[in-house]
């Protein structure tokens, strides 16, 4: 049997189809800009997937997506999707395809992504943080993805790293994810471009081109500016990373996505400002920082199917 | 049946004996310090027990201490306490009394009392902040004490408020509890009559005689330096409440301790804090920041007694 993983994003809606050891025989993409409405985004998909697969070998569907609601089966006010309010997604993909399905915040599917085909094979107790667009998280204890009394536990990317800080999309100042995201790191990149004087690869390059992947090049190349946004991006997720791990007392923390790609750039200095950040208490522990086990390219999908394989397998 | 709780402070172990109802039909306490070796305290303990309670009637123990290890029944290096290393702790109380025995972090203890005879009665999902000498937390998720994968889980008193603010005990910098328990706010008045000219009744009494007690009688007087310090603490305190919020997804947060006996002068700009620096996903939730429901003088005995009836009985 199979499971369609979804996976919901501000800019592409990838899906595809996974078996129980993580093996996608078929995945596709949408834009989700495209689809005003979002029942119109799942019938394309059921479309393009009934074109290339057998729908009756399906077992359930797994939806990852941002400011998703276990419990309600919702999307809830997403600032980066399309649709607005609180749309009870899960129960129109259940309608459309006749199959039951699970919605999770799209962290939350890649921590149980971890658990199922990666890094955190065995463990109980970890922490996953997406480095995207935004800055996402999904907490395990105990062996169970952690829900909260609303469903809306670990928004690790909206702790408080400056009161006076940077500008949010969630509304509020100074919030993790406007340092440690794609986004965090672009913003870093401009205002080091502001205060040093140094030639730099990334002066020739425009806010909204500015990527992740061109800022590690330029960083392999010795390119100063680029450093310096590391080691600053890569302090500030160490220090954080400290706090979160007085919280819950994990055995590990993994970070995966586009900044996490980047490699021991970011990951060096996170990890030695992570140690010197850590509580006495905490420090022969052991606890480690590194980075997920999935191939980033598949994690979102398999994460969304291992929701089907954690909870509607029989 | 009854259950004997104890719970182990820096300065004083407080024990006592419980029913399932949390009546307390006695307790007493110990000076911590006059005890060299922790055996001798247990042994002082149970002699004074054994005059005044039958010990045939005792279904188990619980007990509270600071770096207490759930797993290992072990106290860890902790720094307010007189004896160093890691000690057995939970090993030797059953030795000595020949009753089975749990222990775990005093906030953890608190924590449950909460749940089993305070506020917290029915709720799955809630935090308990003790504010004492130190800042101690216990994280309830899914109807469960969060332990963590080394037993540690919930030290919410060192996460950072300031990278280059105060020295903890921990050995860190900016921690929590340097603001916000007995100790900091004693810490926030001296920073607050040194930058300001304005006359006190805090500037007659010396720092190892401030008292929490002491600095609410002052700003229920009025006095201008212990309203300031007020404002100050509930502003931390409430600030961070609202990065623990997004980690768990809390139904309540409760505070208790000598600082929570401060009352409005403490919760009012936390709350006030709380809500202005919730991530706005959260703010529809009505999560409580309110506080214990627990008689502060019980709240000890209750909390260690309630790891009994949670873990012990039959």
Not at 38 to 53: E, Q
Not at 78 to 89: C, D, E, Q
Request: with cysteine.
């Amino acid at each position: 049997m199979y499971a369609l993983g979804i996976d919901i994003g501000g800019t592409n809606t990838k899906f595809g189809i996974a078996d129980e050891k993580g093996n996608i025989p078929y995945q596709a993409r949408l834009k989700t800009q495209e689809f005003a409405e979002y029942a119109d985004l799942i019938y394309a998909l059921k479309n393009d997937l009934a074109k290339n697969f057998n729908l009756k070998d399906l077992q359930g569907i797994g939806i990852g997506a941002p400011n998703a609601n276990y419990y309600a089966g919702t999307i809830e006010h997403a600032p980066n999707l399309p649709w607005k309010g609180i749309l009870p997604f899960s129960a129109d993909v259940e309608k459309i395809f006749e199959l039951k399905s699970i919605i999770t915040n799209d962290a939350n599917a890649a921590a149980l992504g971890e658990q199922v085909y990666g890094n955190a094979k065995g463990m109980k107790d970890f922490l996953v943080l997406t480095l995207g667009t935004g800055l996402g998280s999904g907490i395990v204890i105990n062996g169970d993805l952690v829900y909260g009394k609303h469903g809306f536990a670990g928004e690790l990317g909206h702790t408080l790293v400056s009161a006076t800080g940077r500008h949010c999309a969630c509304g509020k100042v100074g919030c993790l994810e406007t340092y440690v995201s794609a986004t965090g790191i672009r913003r870093t990149i401009y205002k080091l471009l502001a205060d040093y004087t140094e030639p730099s690869l990334l002066r020739g390059v425009s806010y909204d081109e500015l990527s992740t992947h061109y800022i590690t090049e330029a960083a392999q190349k010795g390119d100063m500016i680029a450093l310096k946004a590391f080691e600053y991006t890569g302090r500030v997720l160490g220090m954080k990373v400290s706090d979160f791990v007085v919280h819950t007392d994990p055995e590990a923390v993994f970070i995966l996505g586009g900044l996490a790609n980047a490699g021991d750039f970011l990951l060096k200095p996170a990890q030695l400002h992570f140690e010197k950040s850590l509580m006495p208490l905490f420090k022969d522990r052991q606890i480690l920082l590194q980075r997920s086990g999935l191939k980033a390219d598949d994690a979102p999908i398999v994460g969304a199917s291992s929701l089907v394989w954690k909870y509607l397998s029989v």
